[in-house]
Every structure is written in structure tokens, then in C-alpha cells.
């Protein structure tokens, strides 16, 4: 039978729409009634962190009679630090509220026949609270939670004046390569979002966008294995969440800072204020980065006994901006508005001289000697315009939101190189035997309009259902100019090279989840998402062109049973899906390296991914631990193949489905308090993977590990000392193998003017001043090896400086697009 797409959004949004507008009358006694029964009492409250005046989710709340400690009942905080206890007799009791790496807060409190407000509890990090006199601590870098793992950035001393990539390097479960390159669990098919929504330019290029985002505007990175079903099915491998340090409850405060290092530099601040009813919110940066590469190419034909040898150094560049600023107006009690608006700006130039040597014994007239000076460009323009409605009930739990998103993410790309044949070195651009230019852009628009209601049934059950839009356009236009020395005498357009297509993708999504806590210690999720994807490609330069579209169920669920207080076990699957994006799409054939050519295809299909995971969690005071067992599943996998070389000894590089992929994987993530003053975190990550590809006839299988630790010791005087640490083995990829990883990282800061003003050195990897990368290529016609020479020695010096009132940020709902694979590594394949 066939669906419409029309009538299940319109009726599923009639039934958002009736549950948001209908009156809360279980939740409030009839006004005639002159009492209520006993066991119809309620309270709630909200749990802050008492040195950042910021939400604590998953705080645990526990009731207890007004002597003893014998739990009554209990419940977790949500995402905003909110709670209820329902169906309560009236009387005297306790409040008792704690998190791992927090205090514990006690209070008494007075439960009647109705609703009652027990007001806020201010945890103190890292310290303790004795009659509600808070001694003050640190916030612990690495947090564990049932469904997340979070890196509080600004807690990390050695982030100072980096960018958002020097952060993403140091968060459990992700690694970044010396190109920039993220990948998360070792893959780099999952979803970057920043403050829970979408970000096109990070969609689109994730390694060049990310360092256009100052480390001092990240408060954490969330990472999320398995995501419920509110977030869009994109990202096989999971979700990671830049969250952005946001504005204040009230009164006026601020940042600058400013920080120079060998590698990168910039300066950065923000102000925000808050008044009764309105706040604002802005933030902003500029800088740039440069250094040194170096890389290294080696080929040997199987067929023909070929050999290519191409040695390239050159140096990169590149400036970024950033800026945001926010409203938020609260218009009644239990409504507000939020209007929200953010620019970014990169651009940057990539050169390199290549000197390039291709010997072909069987075919000898084929033999190439030359040097190649490439110098490559590129650039990306965003803008996001986002509107918030929200609305609260008189029922604890219960909201309604509507969101609406325009936005826009230009890019552009190109190269110029000049060829010599015969030369081992560069010579006089007028000697060029071959000149050729490429300059090209990637237009891109995206709007999106989404509605989420969640309505509690009781204390125990909740159900939360939305419906979301995305309406995305994008596309590729290029030309290639070349000139010939002795045959043009400028650039001619060169025919056949031109690339110049459109491509609309339309999303329109339902999703609903239904949590209910059976027992006191067993909770149950279950969800689903259907979304439906129509495709359009217009093709002008060989006039051809298609339509098509398709749905997708997508399960998953998750039961969480917990063992004690502080121990639990979590059990999750889900089923997400791959879009490919314009990076994998793109016909434009980039021949820079006229021995490697690399191009997308428009004919990609989407793959499916089942997650399965098991883990166990335990919180004390020495510490946390979190063991997770997973595994994954994709068929129909997007992988980056190699093709040829052909008779001239030219090999393709594009993008199919053509693999069935399973990762087994156990990772171990822990913190721990060794002294006082002392903080460490990390763990180990194993994986076994299989990749088989019946199309290629491979099938590869093999065993990676890496190791991720982070510490931290505060000396006196306002000293503290900060160190990082990932390696990494090799991986199996489908047609070769993947290089090993090392990064490491110390920095000390300075704190003073009353804990106003900070200065923070940062030195990497200062025994070392390379790592090389080492990638193989094993195909039946030819094996490869590239070497890539990343710099990682450098220093960074750093100044900050805070002024200004501080309190609670406003909490801002935002939309999140996390339904499309990006480009190449940007946010690529497997």
C-alpha cells in the first residue's frame, strides 16, 4: 500500500496541536474542591551547578522522611536540570540532591495537597556544601552520563587560544588527523552540531569550518553514541555536540582574549545582559593559521611494473571570522521567543611544489619528469537565521515548540599550477611548458521548520512526537582554463572540463518516543523515525538529469536498569541512515595531480546502519567508569575507492557503494581523583572490523586500538598544570591500510585579578617535531604508499580577560540537521 506523505504529517501534526493547545486539567484540582486527597502532592525544582549557574541534567533526586535515609522515591534531573516527584503524601521530608563530581545538597522541605516549588539547589563542583555555605571547585573535564559522554572544554587549561578542532581532539571517542580530519569510534560517518542545531558549513567542510570556531566560545562537546529519535537519522557513527558558551540571568558581563602561537592566532570575546525579560547575547572572533607540509607518494604498477614517485612541500594559510549574537524574550510566565543569528568566514590557499616521476619500462614513451607548483584555493560563507517559540504548562514536564531555521552556505574552490617537464626545480613562470586554472562554487541554501511536543503521562511515562521539514538545495559550478606554451598565447577554456549541476534534497521527518519507568530501577525507551527523502539532480553540462525519492523507518530504543545509586546498566539499538552530501555527489574532476584524479558521483545511494550497544556505568567519589561493548552494522556502504592506473599510469579516485562493513568494539572511559588537586580521565578503545566488498572481491579484517588520557593539577598561587594524549593503531581500511596517530599536548595557567584574567602557555608535541602519517593502497593492479608529514611541534601563548556579573544562562531550544554525510573526511565515509 502507498503511503502519503501528505496525510500522516498532517495528521500527526493535528495530534502535536491538539495535545499542545488542550488544557492541563489533570494537573490542577477544581478550583470548588476544598481539599485534596492524600497522595496528590507534588514537588519540583531545578538543580544549577553553583560556579557556572548552568543546568545539571541527570542530577539524581532522592526523597527521604523528615529522619533517616531510607530512600521514598526518586527521580533524574532532565536535560535542563528540572525535576518532579508526583503522587506524594503531604507532610514533612527531605530533599537530597547529588551528581557525580558535585556536592550533595540536603534540604527540608513541606510537601501539602498540591503542587509544591522547592526552589533551586546549587551544587558545588569538586567541593563540599556545609549549611549551604559553598566552597568552591572545579567543574571534572571529562563527565559521564547515561546516554553521553561530556568534555567540558573550558575546564581544560591547555584549549587557550585554539580552535574548535584543538578541542574535538581531546573528547572520548574522537581522534583528529594531522589534516584536520575528525573521526569518531574510528569512523568518520556521524553528525557535528553546535547548540543542538545544524551547521551547513560544517555539513559541507567540517576540517577547514572547525577552525573557524575560537576554543574560548566551546563550553563542552557532547558525544552521543546513540541518539534517540528526535534527532534525525543521520550519523551512523553518532552525534557530536559543540556546545557554545551562552549569555548570563542577569546583570552585564564579558570576554577578550587575544593569543599567538607558531601554528595559529586570534582574538576573540563576547558580551551578553540580561533585564527582567529580555536577554542578549553576542560573541565574536578573527585570526588565521599557517605552517609547513610535506608528503610523499609512491606507486608500483602490478600489471605493467610501473613506478610513480612524487615528492611534494609546500606551506598552507588561511584566515577565519565568527560572530553571533542572540534574543531571548520572555512574553509571558510560561512563553518565550528566541531569535538567533551567526556569520562564519574561512579562506585559505593550500600550495605545494610537486616534484613528479613516472617510469614505465614496457611503455618507455610514457615516461614523465616534471615539477608541478600547485597552489590550491578555497573559501566558505555561512549565515543562520533561527526563530524559537516555546511553551510551558502548568504540568510539570509538559512543553511545545516551534522552530524555524534560513540559512545559507556559499563555498568556493580552485588551483593554479604551472608545469615543468624535464626540470627538477621551478623555474620562471614564462618557462611553464603547461599553465592551468580551475576556479569553482558550490551555492547552498537550507530551510527548516519543525514542531516537538513531549507530554508526561503521570511521574513515571512520557511520550515525545515532532514533525520537521528541510527543504536544501545546493549544486557545483566550475571552469577550467588552460595554457600551452608555443600553442596559446593565453588561457583558452578547455572543453569537456566544465562542471555546472544542481541537487535538492527534501526531508520531511515524524518521530515519536515513549519512556516509561517501569521500576524504580528499570526505564524503558522506545521510538521511531520516518523520513522520507526527495531527490532532484539537474545535470546542465551533458543536459541530463533525475528524480526519485524513498522512505525510511527508523527504529530504536533503549532500557537502562539501575544496579544501585551510583551503578547501572544501559542496553540501546538503533537504526540511522546516510545521506551522501555535495562532496560525494560532485562530477567536477579535480586533476591537480594529474596522476590522481578525484571526483564524486551523483548515483550514490544511501546506506543503513543497526547499532547495537551494551554498557555499564558506575559513579563515586574517587571517580567514574564507563564500559561500553557495541556493534555495527552497514550495508550498502559508502567507501572511497581507487581505480586503474591506465595505460597512461593515471588512477581515479571516487566515491560508490560497494561494501557491507561490521565494527565489534569495546571501549573503557574513566576519571579519577588520585590526590587532591589532581585529575585524570581517559581509557582505552579496541575495535575489530570487517569490510567486505563481493563488487571488488575484497574482504578485509583486522584489530585497531587507541588510547585517549587527559590530567590536570592545580599547584598554588593560582597555578595549574594540564597535559593530553592520543595514539592510535592502524586500521583495516577497504583497499590498504590506515596510518597510526600520535598527539600530545602540555600547557600551564597563570590565574589572577581576582579570578578575572588568565594566561595559559600551550606547547605540543615538543619531542618531536613531525608525525608521519602512513597510509597503503593494495589493489590488484598497483600498491601505494603515502606518506604525510604533519608539524605538530608548535607553541601557543594566551590571555584572557572576564568582567562583568555572571549567572544562569537562558536555556534556548534550537533546531538540529543531522541528516546528511559530508564530504571526503570533512564528515565522509568510513
Given at each position: 500500500?502507498?503511503?502519503?506523505?501528505?496525510?500522516?504529517?498532517?495528521?500527526?501534526?493535528?495530534?502535536?496541536?491538539?495535545?499542545?493547545?488542550?488544557?492541563?486539567a489533570h494537573?490542577?484540582?477544581?478550583?470548588?474542591?476544598?481539599?485534596?486527597?492524600a497522595?496528590?502532592?507534588?514537588?519540583?525544582?531545578?538543580?544549577?551547578?553553583?560556579?557556572?549557574?548552568?543546568?545539571?541534567?541527570?542530577?539524581?533526586?532522592?526523597?527521604?522522611?523528615?529522619s533517616?535515609?531510607?530512600p521514598?522515591?526518586?527521580?533524574?534531573?532532565?536535560?535542563?536540570?528540572?525535576?518532579?516527584?508526583?503522587?506524594?503524601?503531604?507532610?514533612?521530608?527531605r530533599?537530597?540532591?547529588?551528581?557525580?563530581?558535585f556536592?550533595?545538597q540536603?534540604?527540608?522541605?513541606?510537601?501539602?495537597?498540591g503542587?509544591?516549588?522547592?526552589?533551586?539547589f546549587?551544587?558545588?563542583?569538586?567541593?563540599?556544601?556545609?549549611?549551604?555555605?559553598?566552597?568552591?571547585?572545579?567543574?571534572?573535564?571529562v563527565e559521564?552520563?547515561?546516554?553521553?559522554?561530556?568534555?567540558?572544554?573550558d575546564?581544560?587549561a591547555?584549549?587557550?587560544?585554539?580552535t574548535a578542532?584543538d578541542?574535538l581532539?581531546?573528547?572520548?571517542?574522537?581522534?583528529v588527523d594531522?589534516?584536520?580530519?575528525v573521526k569518531?569510534?574510528?569512523?568518520?560517518?556521524?553528525k557535528?552540531?553546535v547548540n543542538?542545531k545544524p551547521?551547513?558549513?560544517?555539513?559541507s567542510?567540517?576540517?577547514e569550518?572547525?577552525?573557524?570556531?575560537p576554543?574560548?566560545?566551546?563550553k563542552s562537546?557532547?558525544?552521543?553514541t546513540t541518539?534517540?529519535?528526535?534527532?534525525?537519522?543521520?550519523g551512523?557513527?553518532g552525534?557530536?555536540?559543540?556546545v557554545?558558551?551562552?549569555?548570563?540571568e542577569?546583570?552585564?558581563?564579558?570576554?577578550v582574549?587575544t593569543s599567538?602561537?607558531?601554528r595559529?592566532s586570534?582574538?576573540?570575546g563576547?558580551?551578553?545582559?540580561?533585564?527582567?525579560?529580555?536577554?542578549?547575547?553576542?560573541?565574536?572572533g578573527?585570526g588565521?593559521?599557517?605552517?609547513?607540509n610535506k608528503?610523499?607518494?609512491?606507486?608500483?604498477?602490478k600489471?605493467?611494473e610501473?613506478t610513480l614517485?612524487?615528492?611534494?612541500?609546500?606551506n598552507?594559510?588561511?584566515?577565519?571570522?565568527?560572530?553571533?549574537?542572540?534574543?531571548?524574550?520572555d512574553?509571558?510566565?510560561k512563553?518565550s521567543?528566541?531569535?538567533?543569528?551567526?556569520v562564519?568566514?574561512?579562506?585559505?590557499h593550500d600550495?605545494?611544489?610537486m616534484l613528479?616521476?613516472y617510469?614505465s619500462?614496457?611503455?618507455?614513451?610514457?615516461?614523465?619528469l616534471f615539477t608541478r607548483?600547485?597552489?590550491?584555493?578555497?573559501?566558505?560563507?555561512?549565515?543562520e537565521?533561527?526563530g524559537?517559540?516555546?511553551k510551558?504548562?502548568?504540568?510539570a514536564r509538559?512543553?511545545?515548540s516551534?522552530?524555524g531555521?534560513?540559512a545559507?552556505?556559499?563555498?568556493?574552490?580552485?588551483?593554479?599550477?604551472d608545469q615543468?617537464?624535464?626540470s627538477t626545480?621551478?623555474?620562471e613562470?614564462?618557462?611553464?611548458?603547461?599553465?592551468?586554472?580551475?576556479?569553482?562554487?558550490t551555492?547552498?541554501s537550507?530551510?527548516?521548520?519543525?514542531?516537538?511536543l513531549?507530554?508526561?503521562?503521570g511521574?513515571k511515562?512520557t511520550?515525545?512526537?515532532?514533525?520537521?521539514s528541510?527543504?536544501?538545495?545546493?549544486?557545483?559550478?566550475?571552469d577550467?582554463?588552460?595554457?600551452?606554451?608555443?600553442?596559446?598565447d593565453?588561457?583558452?577554456?578547455?572543453p569537456?572540463?566544465?562542471?555546472?549541476f544542481?541537487?535538492d534534497?527534501?526531508?520531511?521527518?515524524?518521530?515519536?518516543?515513549?519512556?516509561?519507568k517501569?521500576?524504580?530501577?528499570?526505564t524503558?525507551?522506545?521510538?521511531?523515525?520516518l523520513e522520507?527523502?526527495?531527490?532532484?539532480?539537474?545535470f546542465?553540462?551533458?543536459?541530463?538529469?533525475?528524480?526519485?525519492?524513498y522512505?525510511?523507518l527508523?527504529?530504536?530504543g533503549?532500557?537502562?536498569?539501575a544496579?544501585?545509586?551510583?551503578?547501572?546498566?544501559?542496553?540501546?539499538?538503533?537504526?540511522?541512515?546516510?545521506?551522501p552530501?555535495?562532496?560525494?555527489?560532485?562530477?567536477?574532476?579535480d586533476?591537480?595531480?594529474?596522476?590522481?584524479?578525484?571526483y564524486?558521483?551523483?548515483?550514490l545511494?544511501?546506506e543503513l546502519t543497526d547499532?547495537?550497544?551494551?554498557?555499564?556505568n558506575t559513579?563515586?567519589?574517587?571517580?567514574?567508569?564507563n564500559?561500553?561493548?557495541?556493534m555495527?552494522?552497514?550495508g550498502?556502504?559508502?567507501?572511497?575507492?581507487?581505480?586503474?592506473?591506465?595505460?597512461?599510469?593515471v588512477?581515479?579516485?571516487t566515491?560508490?557503494?560497494v561494501?557491507?562493513?561490521?565494527?565489534?568494539?569495546?571501549?573503557?572511559?574513566?576519571?579519577a581523583?588520585?590526590?587532591?588537586?589532581?585529575?585524570?580521565?581517559?581509557g582505552?578503545?579496541?575495535?575489530?572490523?570487517?569490510?567486505?566488498?563481493?563488487?571488488?572481491?575484497i574482504?578485509?579484517?583486522?584489530?585497531?586500538?587507541s588510547?585517549?588520557?587527559n590530567?590536570?593539577?592545580?599547584l598554588?598561587?593560582?597555578?595549574?598544570?594540564?597535559g593530553y594524549?592520543?595514539?592510535?593503531?592502524?586500521?583495516?581500511?577497504?583497499?590498504?591500510?590506515?596510518?597510526?596517530?600520535?598527539?600530545?599536548?602540555?600547557?600551564?595557567?597563570?590565574?589572577?585579578?581576582k579570578d578575572?584574567?588568565?594566561v595559559?602557555?600551550?606547547?605540543?608535541?615538543?619531542?618531536n617535531?613531525?608525525w608521519?602519517?602512513r597510509?597503503?593502497?593494495?589493489?590488484?593492479?598497483?600498491s601505494?604508499?603515502?606518506?604525510?608529514y604533519?608539524?605538530?611541534?608548535?607553541?601557543r601563548?594566551?590571555?584572557n580577560?572576564?568582567?562583568?556579573?555572571?549567572?544562569?544562562?537562558k536555556q534556548?531550544?534550537?533546531?538540529?540537521?543531522?541528516?546528511?554525510?559530508?564530504?571526503?573526511?570533512?564528515?565522509?565515509?568510513?
Amino acid at each position: 500500500m502507498k503511503i502519503s506523505t501528505h496525510c500522516f504529517a498532517a495528521g500527526l501534526l493535528c495530534l502535536l496541536l491538539t495535545g499542545a493547545a488542550q488544557p492541563a486539567a489533570h494537573a490542577q484540582a477544581p478550583a470548588a474542591a476544598p481539599a485534596l486527597p492524600a497522595g496528590t502532592g507534588s514537588l519540583t525544582g531545578t538543580v544549577l551547578d553553583s560556579l557556572k549557574k548552568e543546568p545539571v541534567p541527570y542530577a539524581t533526586v532522592v526523597l527521604l522522611p523528615a529522619s533517616g535515609d531510607k530512600p521514598i522515591t526518586g527521580v533524574a534531573a532532565d536535560d535542563a536540570g528540572k525535576f518532579s516527584l508526583t503522587r506524594l503524601t503531604p507532610g514533612p521530608f527531605r530533599l537530597r540532591v547529588s551528581y557525580v563530581g558535585f556536592g550533595t545538597q540536603t534540604r527540608a522541605v513541606t510537601v501539602t495537597a498540591g503542587a509544591t516549588d522547592a526552589g533551586t539547589f546549587r551544587l558545588p563542583t569538586a567541593g563540599t556544601a556545609l549549611d549551604e555555605a559553598v566552597i568552591i571547585g572545579q567543574k571534572p573535564v571529562v563527565e559521564i552520563r547515561p546516554d553521553r559522554m561530556v568534555y567540558n572544554a573550558d575546564q581544560d587549561a591547555t584549549n587557550a587560544g585554539g580552535t574548535a578542532a584543538d578541542v574535538l581532539r581531546k573528547a572520548p571517542l574522537l581522534a583528529v588527523d594531522g589534516d584536520g580530519n575528525v573521526k569518531m569510534r574510528g569512523s568518520s560517518n556521524f553528525k557535528v552540531l553546535v547548540n543542538n542545531k545544524p551547521s551547513p558549513t560544517l555539513a559541507s567542510n567540517l576540517a577547514e569550518a572547525l577552525k573557524g570556531i575560537p576554543a574560548e566560545q566551546i563550553k563542552s562537546v557532547e558525544v552521543i553514541t546513540t541518539p534517540p529519535a528526535k534527532y534525525d537519522g543521520e550519523g551512523t557513527a553518532g552525534i557530536i555536540n559543540i556546545v557554545l558558551k551562552k549569555g548570563v540571568e542577569q546583570g552585564l558581563n564579558g570576554r577578550v582574549g587575544t593569543s599567538l602561537g607558531s601554528r595559529n592566532s586570534g582574538v576573540n570575546g563576547s558580551l551578553n545582559f540580561k533585564t527582567k525579560k529580555l536577554g542578549f547575547t553576542s560573541s565574536g572572533g578573527t585570526g588565521g593559521w599557517y605552517g609547513p607540509n610535506k608528503s610523499e607518494r609512491v606507486r608500483f604498477g602490478k600489471t605493467d611494473e610501473s613506478t610513480l614517485t612524487q615528492q611534494g612541500v609546500g606551506n598552507y594559510a588561511g584566515q577565519w571570522m565568527f560572530g553571533s549574537v542572540g534574543l531571548d524574550y520572555d512574553l509571558t510566565e510560561k512563553q518565550s521567543l528566541s531569535l538567533a543569528a551567526s556569520v562564519s568566514r574561512y579562506a585559505g590557499h593550500d600550495y605545494n611544489n610537486m616534484l613528479n616521476d613516472y617510469v614505465s619500462p614496457a611503455r618507455p614513451q610514457d615516461n614523465q619528469l616534471f615539477t608541478r607548483a600547485t597552489n590550491g584555493k578555497f573559501s566558505g560563507l555561512n549565515g543562520e537565521l533561527t526563530g524559537t517559540y516555546t511553551k510551558t504548562y502548568a504540568l510539570a514536564r509538559k512543553e511545545w515548540s516551534v522552530l524555524g531555521q534560513y540559512a545559507r552556505n556559499d563555498g568556493t574552490f580552485g588551483y593554479d599550477f604551472d608545469q615543468y617537464l624535464n626540470s627538477t626545480t621551478n623555474l620562471e613562470t614564462g618557462r611553464a611548458d603547461y599553465r592551468e586554472r580551475s576556479r569553482g562554487r558550490t551555492p547552498g541554501s537550507e530551510v527548516t521548520v519543525q514542531t516537538d511536543l513531549t507530554q508526561p503521562f503521570g511521574e513515571k511515562q512520557t511520550l515525545e512526537t515532532g514533525l520537521k521539514s528541510i527543504w536544501r538545495s545546493t549544486g557545483s559550478v566550475a571552469d577550467v582554463d588552460g595554457l600551452t606554451r608555443g600553442v596559446t598565447d593565453d588561457f583558452v577554456r578547455l572543453p569537456g572540463r566544465s562542471t555546472d549541476f544542481s541537487y535538492d534534497q527534501n526531508v520531511q521527518a515524524a518521530y515519536a518516543t515513549y519512556t516509561n519507568k517501569l521500576t524504580k530501577k528499570l526505564t524503558l525507551s522506545l521510538g521511531s523515525r520516518l523520513e522520507r527523502t526527495a531527490l532532484s539532480a539537474d545535470f546542465r553540462t551533458n543536459d541530463t538529469s533525475f528524480v526519485r525519492s524513498y522512505f525510511s523507518l527508523l527504529p530504536n530504543g533503549n532500557a537502562q536498569y539501575a544496579l544501585s545509586d551510583n551503578n547501572s546498566v544501559r542496553a540501546a539499538y538503533s537504526r540511522r541512515i546516510t545521506r551522501p552530501y555535495i562532496d560525494y555527489l560532485n562530477p567536477f574532476v579535480d586533476r591537480s595531480d594529474p596522476k590522481n584524479l578525484v571526483y564524486g558521483n551523483p548515483a550514490l545511494n544511501p546506506e543503513l546502519t543497526d547499532s547495537y550497544e551494551l554498557s555499564f556505568n558506575t559513579n563515586g567519589k574517587a571517580g567514574s567508569l564507563n564500559i561500553a561493548a557495541s556493534m555495527r552494522r552497514t550495508g550498502n556502504a559508502i567507501e572511497s575507492i581507487r581505480l586503474g592506473p591506465d595505460a597512461n599510469g593515471v588512477t581515479r579516485q571516487t566515491y560508490a557503494n560497494v561494501a557491507a562493513n561490521a565494527y565489534y568494539q569495546l571501549n573503557f572511559y574513566g576519571s579519577a581523583k588520585p590526590a587532591k588537586g589532581w585529575d585524570i580521565s581517559g581509557g582505552p578503545d579496541i575495535q575489530y572490523i570487517v569490510r567486505r566488498s563481493p563488487s571488488l572481491g575484497i574482504e578485509r579484517r583486522g584489530f585497531t586500538a587507541s588510547l585517549n588520557l587527559n590530567t590536570s593539577y592545580k599547584l598554588p598561587k593560582n597555578f595549574t598544570i594540564q597535559g593530553y594524549m592520543y595514539s592510535s593503531l592502524p586500521s583495516p581500511d577497504l583497499q590498504g591500510r590506515g596510518s597510526a596517530n600520535l598527539y600530545y599536548q602540555m600547557g600551564v595557567k597563570k590565574t589572577f585579578f581576582k579570578d578575572k584574567a588568565d594566561v595559559v602557555l600551550n606547547i605540543a608535541a615538543p619531542f618531536n617535531d613531525y608525525w608521519l602519517y602512513r597510509n597503503t593502497t593494495d589493489t590488484p593492479t598497483f600498491s601505494e604508499t603515502n606518506r604525510n608529514y604533519a608539524y605538530q611541534r608548535s607553541f601557543r601563548l594566551s590571555f584572557n580577560y572576564r568582567f562583568g556579573q555572571a549567572g544562569p544562562p537562558k536555556q534556548r531550544k534550537s533546531i538540529s540537521n543531522d541528516d546528511v554525510k559530508g564530504g571526503g573526511s570533512k564528515q565522509g565515509g568510513q
